[in-house]
């Protein structure tokens, strides 16, 4: 028919994505459905050796995706490189959770944590470049997650509605923008009381409280890349946003790492999993800390904390504990200082599992 030859028209998509780009409208977010479940319906061939030779296939990918039995698609990622929030997620349990995940790409750990029971989760992305391919794993791997356009990651929670949850990923992230601590604010008011936010990030392994900046590309040549805390710094943030660190995991960069390795500065991959918590944690000398969460203009603007203090409380379960000897003064949170250098650091992943590869039986 002559009108659905025009709606496939590249160039009317590219008119569609160009006028709704970075909007919110259900209006958009239905069109985009339409086109790729129209789309995705015509592009996934019932045999392995079509989906091989298929336009879904054949994309650039993030992440790994078994589309087929046997059929790998590619991935930004070397085969053994570790996933340190989906090693970590798998000792929560998500049974009947409300999940959020920020800056979900195609989809890897919102269709992980629909697999590990969670009732209702959101996928998030600023724009809607992987909106399609997301829509085909959703399907092919049967689960049901949303997905929300965010726009910029800074004042998450004015974005997603009226909703709380008991488990937010925001892994991968906080090195991509000017300012992590804007993020981290906008985003703590949607965690429920006791919920659990798993914060990952690249970081530079010295002891002191700073924060590298990569200029001249010295430390990824990667044009989004600004920020590296160290690693007390990290902690010190956390804790600051009334997130304390109660696991971790800490993966070097490698020297035959060609993309992430720079030999002028020691730095890695540090995840942490945050149990919310409504009294900050810090030693009894610094009042600097409680002043400035309450006090700070940065805190009455930008972080919601009347928002956060009327959430309603999460019993999510975490099956993990690294050992009290790695616990600040007074037993409450991870020295992430103590615990990267006492712990074993995660080097290559030992299972397809690790990684960021999704296989079609994976449940975590
Ligand atoms: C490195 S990927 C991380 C993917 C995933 N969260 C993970 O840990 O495997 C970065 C994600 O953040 C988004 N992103 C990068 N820079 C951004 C920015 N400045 N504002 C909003 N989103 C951004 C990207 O589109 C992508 O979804």
């Not at 019932?46 to 994309?59: C, H, I, K, Y």
């Not at 989809?107 to 600023?126: D, F, H, K, S, Y």
Request: hydrophobic letters at 40%; a neutral charge.
């Amino acid at each position: 028919m002559k009108y659905e030859r025009f709606l496939n028209s590249p160039v009317f998509k590219r008119f569609v994505r160009r006028r709704l780009f970075d909007r919110e409208s259900v209006f958009s977010r239905m069109l985009l459905a339409w086109f790729s479940a129209r789309s995705m319906g015509r592009r996934l061939p019932a045999t392995p050796e079509g989906v091989r030779d298929s336009e879904l296939f054949n994309q650039w990918w993030y992440y790994s995706f078994e589309l087929a039995p046997g059929v790998m698609t590619s991935s930004s990622f070397p085969v053994d490189f570790p996933l340190l929030p989906r090693m970590l997620m798998r000792n929560a349990d998500l049974t009947g959770c409300d999940c959020l995940d920020i800056g979900s790409v195609e989809g890897l750990m919102p269709i992980l944590m629909c697999r590990q029971g969670a009732r209702e989760v959101i996928a998030t992305n600023p724009h809607l470049y992987n909106y399609e391919k997301m829509q085909a794993v959703r399907k092919l791997f049967r689960v049901n997650f949303k997905f929300r356009q965010i726009g910029s990651l800074y004042d998450v929670s004015r974005k997603v509605g009226n909703k709380a949850f008991d488990l937010i990923n925001l892994s991968g992230v906080l090195y991509h923008v000017y300012s992590p601590m804007h993020v981290i604010a906008g985003l703590r008011p949607l965690l429920k009381k006791n919920g659990l936010m798993i914060v990952s990030t690249n970081v530079v392994r010295r002891p002191d409280f700073s924060m590298e900046f990569n200029d001249r590309g010295k430390l990824q040549r990667e044009a989004t890349t600004y920020w590296y805390p160290s690693i007390p710094l990290y902690d010190y943030l956390l804790r600051y946003f009334k997130l304390l660190p109660i696991d971790c995991l800490y993966h070097p960069y490698a020297r035959d790492d060609s993309t992430r390795f720079t030999a002028d500065f020691e730095s890695g991959y540090l995840s942490v999993v945050c149990r919310a918590t409504e009294e900050p944690s810090f030693e009894s000398s610094d009042t600097w800390a409680p002043e400035s969460i309450t006090d700070s203009y940065e805190s009455i603007l930008l972080w919601d904390q009347a928002k956060e203090s009327a959430q309603p409380a999460s019993a999510i379960g975490y099956g993990h504990a690294p050992g009290a000897h790695l616990m600040h003064e007074g037993g409450r949170s991870l020295d992430l200082w103590k615990a990267v250098n006492e712990l074993p650091p995660v080097g290559v992943a030992g299972t397809p599992q690790d990684t960021h590869a999704l296989l079609l039986s994976d449940r975590a």
